[in-house]
């Protein structure tokens, strides 16, 4: 075995692109990355093989510590079927982004990563691993960095995309099951937690703010989906065209779900699994995650759906403030008196509650209007 560094004449590697080459210290785990660019070697005229690793005319790469092969996928083509894309956004996620890539490479054309103002070294090991590197000068928010997944992906002119977490929690190797049903005319998969009786393994607090937030996405988005909060999705031509991000926090993930109707976008769940034992996964505490997405959902709520959010509630304000007007007659005709207090509040129950109902209803009205003239001039 040869040195750490050492450099070898090429007598045994064509003329193809020689890859990265991974350094693997633990046992196949890819946590020390030691990476040879193929422009370096070549200006020398040597290609630096660290560890003695071989390139293989297959495309994959023996290397001695961890016993076993590492395939680096396809080259960045375009096949017959269009180009197949997959974007992560990635934030300081130098010990797993390597791994990510190398996994994503197996299924698709092309890696797209969107390094969101990262401190350490995942710009530089994504772009020796040959993946497309779009870079925040600073960390800008998970919804930005996916708003910028589609920006790419509509300037390659991408027929598919797969979106993917590039910490560790989703497995590229399902990959394949998001991408099948896009074959068969779906729009956009959803790689859910929950299909086919699964989610054993989601902490019970995780799955009781997970469902929160799908109800009310579900109502907003007028949709029936069981895992919204998933990250792990695929998008096929039409979504990649036609979705729009605005929100610049996790939030995004349901925006994108709440314009399923908008486009009218065919969608699938599929049964995908995720580990949550992984090393920074989540630099913000579940309950405020949840608490803000939530608040964001609502929000949203306030245009996509008033009769919800203003006509419904303004309807039991008004019937509460009645019933309490009834209660009090009876009393007064059986010769009790009228306090002030509660009668005042009575009567503003019923003006609040008239006042949201018809604004909920004006809104309702507008918000179709807009719809319509969006859809004309589509």
Do not use: W
């Not at 997970?210 to 895992?227: P, R, Y």
């Not at 996509?304 to 019937?319: C, D, I, V």
Request: charged fraction near 20%; proline fraction near 3%; include cysteine.
């Amino acid at each position: 075995m040869m040195g750490e560094g050492t450099l070898i004449a090429n007598t045994d590697i064509d003329d193809q692109r020689i890859l990265p080459i991974i350094r693997s210290v633990n046992a196949g785990k890819l946590s020390d990355i030691d990476i040879v660019r193929p422009d370096i070697s070549d200006s020398a005229g040597l290609h630096a093989l660290d560890f003695g690793m071989k390139k293989h005319t297959s495309g994959a790469v023996y290397n001695p510590l961890s016993q076993s092969a590492i395939v680096y996928g396809k080259e960045d083509f375009e096949d017959e079927s269009g180009l197949t894309i997959a974007a992560m956004p990635a934030y300081n996620e130098e010990n797993t982004i390597a791994k990510i890539i190398l996994g994503c490479r197996k299924y698709v054309n092309k890696v797209i990563v969107i390094d969101d103002g990262s401190t350490d070294a995942t710009a530089e090991i994504a772009e020796a691993l040959g993946a497309h590197v779009v870079r925040h000068r600073t960390n800008q928010g998970y919804g930005t960095a996916l708003r910028d997944c589609f920006k790419t992906a509509r300037e390659l002119g991408a027929d598919r995309m797969v979106i993917i977490d590039s910490d560790g929690q989703h497995n590229p190797s399902e990959i394949p099951n998001l991408l099948e049903p896009l074959h068969d005319g779906f729009d956009l998969v959803i790689g859910s937690r929950f299909v086919n009786g699964n989610g054993k393994n989601i902490p019970v607090y995780r799955k009781v703010g997970m469902k929160v937030l799908d109800t009310a996405t579900n109502i907003v988005g007028e949709i029936n989906v069981s895992d919204s909060q998933s990250g792990f999705r695929s998008y096929g031509k039409k979504a990649i065209e036609k979705i729009r991000i605005n929100d610049t926090d996790m939030s995004a993930g349901s925006e994108i779900l709440m314009q399923i109707k908008d486009h009218d976008l065919m969608f699938k769940e599929v049964e995908i699994h995720c580990t949550y034992d992984v090393e920074n996964a989540s630099s913000q505490n579940p309950a405020i995650h949840g608490f803000k997405v939530l608040m964001k959902i609502l929000g949203d709520m306030e245009f996509r759906r008033p009769l919800f959010y203003f006509t419904a509630p303004g309807m039991f304000s008004t019937g509460l403030g009645v019933l309490m007007g009834l209660i009090f007659l009876n009393e007064f005709f059986k010769g009790g008196n009228l306090l002030f207090g509660p009668t005042l509040l009575m009567i503003l129950l019923m003006l609040v509650g008239m006042f949201m109902v018809f604004t909920g209803i004006i809104l309702h009205s507008m918000s179709r209007l807009i719809k319509e003239s969006t859809m004309n001039l589509g």
